[in-house]
């Protein structure tokens, strides 16, 4: 009885660990919800029964099995980890591996940062801003400012997520060093078109996927996630308008 109860708790701990890592990395509700099923029927655990939203994952095993609460405070972009998941789940339930083979590999997933450098990162979004200003129709000698403006917006976005770990304020100051520097290159000759500059800078802060995953989860019947994710991605865009709004006030 003592060793049941022992197995109950470890797969519990490996299917909540899979759960955690793909709801903190942006995965979608239903699919967390999904995966979470397939592992535990797997392991002949039929009866499972699972709830999870942004927030947190209420598990159980059965009616007359153990259930745990798994609370989510942090939620990243990570894509790269909800695949790795979602291929131990596959690789489990085709029974190619074992379950303590999967919690171990999980484990090594949780800890593994698969993040690109930062200087990478910033980059990249200034690379991304600078092709979105030609996207937008805007002009060759406006690149420059949209390339500095996106790249340093994105930098001070991932400074005051480190120091604050407030989302809302964080893309609130980015979006606002992205706004002066628009206004003081346009004031100063060096850019044309203030609209096209600041709305290509701005577009790597947009909560795209946010809004996507929000879309998916209410087609899915996840009401409760689905509006979770719309109110967050609406704060994030309203954060984002506020600055620039406040940058053009002045």
């Known amino acids: 009885m003592v060793l049941h109860e022992a197995d109950n708790e470890f797969t519990l701990d490996c299917l909540l660990l899979a ?12 699919r967390v919800e999904d995966t979470m099923l397939r592992m535990a029927h797997s392991q002949n655990m039929l009866d499972a029964q699972c709830y999870a ?7 159980s095993l059965g009616k007359t099995q153990p259930t745990r609460i798994v609370s989510i405070s942090n939620r990243i972009t990570d894509l790269q ?3 790795l998941v979602n ?5 489990l339930t085709s029974h190619m591996i074992t379950l303590e083979e999967a919690y171990d ?5 949780q800890k593994t940062n698969y993040f690109l450098p930062t200087y990478i990162q910033v980059l990249a979004a200034a690379l ?7 996207m937008f129709k805007g002009g060759w000698p406006d690149f420059p400012v949209a390339f500095l403006a996106g790249g340093v917006g994105f930098l001070v976005l991932v400074m005051i997520n480190h120091l604050t770990k407030v989302k809302f304020f964080s893309e609130f100051t980015a979006s606002l060093a992205i706004g002066y520097i628009a206004v003081f290159a346009v004031k100063c000759g060096y850019g044309v078109e203030l609209d096209k500059i600041i709305i290509s800078s701005v577009m790597p802060l947009v909560p795209g996927l946010l809004i996507t995953n929000a879309v998916r989860d209410l087609m899915a019947g996840h009401f409760i996630s689905g509006m979770a994710k719309g109110v967050e991605a609406f704060l994030t865009a309203f954060a984002i308008g506020a600055a620039i709004a406040v940058t053009l006030s002045f």
């Open 105 to 109: 590999e999980l484990k090594s997933i």
């Open 19 to 30: 759960g955690r890592i793909m709801i903190e990395s942006g995965a979608e509700t239903y």
């Open 53 to 59: 939203t942004p927030t947190g994952i209420i598990f």
């Open 81 to 83: 980890k909800i695949a």
């Open 87 to 91: 291929s131990v789940s596959r690789r």
């Open 128 to 134: 991304a801003s600078g092709f979105f200003l030609i």
